[in-house]
């Protein structure tokens, strides 16, 4: 494990976007189950504005394209390390 990996940080916009369009997928469920293509479209309204929002903030930018460890329940992810371990 020579090479160092940063934490992985998010902002909290990120996740405000996130909750948007979760509570807009809740609302266009909620109008499948009732029927209501007026609540349907409102749900489906609110998901598409979250995520417009929430690309026009950055919201990829706080992707890690870096593989991280400590996130990996198991152990390492690449064989090399496993290796390491085991030998």
């Known amino acids: 494990m020579s090479e160092t990996h940063s934490a992985h940080h998010t902002k909290p916009l990120s996740w405000a976007m996130v909750l948007v369009i979760t509570i807009g997928t809740a609302v266009g469920t909620l109008g499948v189950c009732m029927a209501s293509w007026t609540v349907s479209i409102i749900g489906g309204a609110i998901v598409v504005l979250g995520g417009i929002i929430a690309l026009v903030t950055g919201i990829m930018d706080d992707v890690d394209e870096?593989?991280?460890?400590?996130?990996w329940p198991i152990g390492a992810r690449d064989a090399s390390y496993r290796r390491q371990i085991s030998a």
């Open 66 to 71: 870096h593989p991280s460890r400590d996130l």
